[in-house]
């Protein structure tokens, strides 16, 4: 699939626009936070509810459309994450569970380290903690600088991890960042941590919908994903890939009837240890199920290449635009070989989050700010367009000129930043 610069003139580009409502109200460029949900994914949710409504979810008609439905999801998600089986795909609710299923079920102790960085979301850092507070084990924290190479992020790696005081154990890692966009080198991290005996679970946020993602050439151990972000799927749904090998070794830590390979009530129970199912817990949401479904195909249908060199082209457009800003700092990666399509920027003297609900409020103009780095951080999915780029450097541009008022209206609502956010 080729992109011709004007960023409109690729068909998928544009039948992926007028199929999403949200984007002819809003330049929504919020995708890293939920994406704007096509109306085919929209409809499939509609329709499995139709379903449960006209026929009861417990008719065999129904019960068959389910089983149907979940089986077609794991092998859609194990194609996704680049020809995982459907055995090594559990059904998760988001990412934030797969991460959890990883950090309670690995067995640590006092003598590991955990690895992570300083660029990772509260789903990554704070399960390290936990373990820490739950096992004595170390917490290595590697230094990432959003303009490092991945030789140099590497290099990073290498030497934090021979630092490491314990067995390295465990590295918890996005292979892009949220704060920044940096696209980490997964291949070469998953290398080192083998050499050293450990593992890696990859926090697949802001990857899934967003680049081609292969486990079987990265050889990774575990990776969770989200259905709602990149993938624009619906809220709640979400992917484990547990390679099959480890399977046994990852213990489920929320246990029920799945998660035992047999039981009766004299006292006999033997554990389930070989079967990803082992992992989900009792009913999950089907119409959920059929909406990612659907989402996933329609990006695996647009070609996940295609869709990451549309997003990196919006990026450069972005960072040449918001470059000549007076006042405005490019903080996302400037390198090729490190971009994606999260774009960050800083504009001095003036706090992310007013720019961000300036942005809103002033030109509908969609997106988040960022607190560690006092950023805002522009989504550019590949049916984003470089007007609604312009847009948002015009306002910003009209921010700094003007100033910002104070009554301005928060882009996010105060539990947000009262620690419920996402
Ligand atoms: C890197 C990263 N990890 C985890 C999350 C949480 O994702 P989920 O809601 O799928 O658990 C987010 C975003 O909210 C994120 O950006």
Known sequence: MTNDGDGMGNERWRAWRDDTP?????????????GPKRRATHAAVQERLDLELMHGSTTRFALDDRFELADRY?????????????????ITGNTTEGINIITNGLEVTSADSIITTDVEHGSGIVPAYYLRERTGCEVVIVPIDAQDSPGQAM???????????????????????????????????VDETHRRGGHVVVDGAQTAGHIPIDVRDTNVDFYAIPSHK????????????????????????????????????AGNFEPERERITKYELTTTSTPLIAGTLEAAEWFLDS?????????????????????????????????????TGLFCFVVDDLPAADVNAFL?????????SVAEFNSV?????????????????????????????????????????????P
């Open 155 to 189: 290099e990073s790696f290498v030497s934090s991890m021979g630092a490491a005081n314990g067995n390295v154990k465990l590295v918890i890692l996005s292979e892009i960042s949220y704060s920044t966009g940096q696209l980490l080198p997964l291949k070469a991290i």
């Open 303 to 339: 070609g996940p290449e295609a869709v990451l060199a549309r997003a990196q082209e919006l990026n450069r457009y972005a960072e040449g635009r918001f470059g000549r800003i007076e006042g405005v700092s490019v903080v996302s990666p400037r390198h090729d070989s490190t971009r």
């Open 230 to 265: 990149w993938l624009c799927g619906p809220d709640g749904m979400g992917a484990l890939y547990v390679r099959e090998d480890l399977i046994p070794l990852v213990a489920p830590m929320k246990v029920a009837g799945r998660s035992a390979a047999s039981y009766d009530f």
């Open 74 to 90: 794991r092998q859609t998600m194990g194609r996704l994450l680049g020809g995982a089986s459907p055995d090594e795909i559990a």
């Open 377 to 421: 951080r522009l989504s550019l999915h590949a049916f984003n367009t470089e007007a609604e780029v312009d847009l948002a450097a015009e306002t910003v541009e009209r921010a700094i000129r003007e100033g910002i008022p104070d009554d301005v209206e928060p882009a996010f609502p105060p539990a947000i930043f009262a620690g419920r956010g």
């Open 360 to 368: 809103q409020a002033e030109a509908k103009v969609v997106c988040r």
């Open 22 to 34: 949200a984007l002819t109200q809003y330049a929504y460029m919020n995708s890293g936070f939920s």
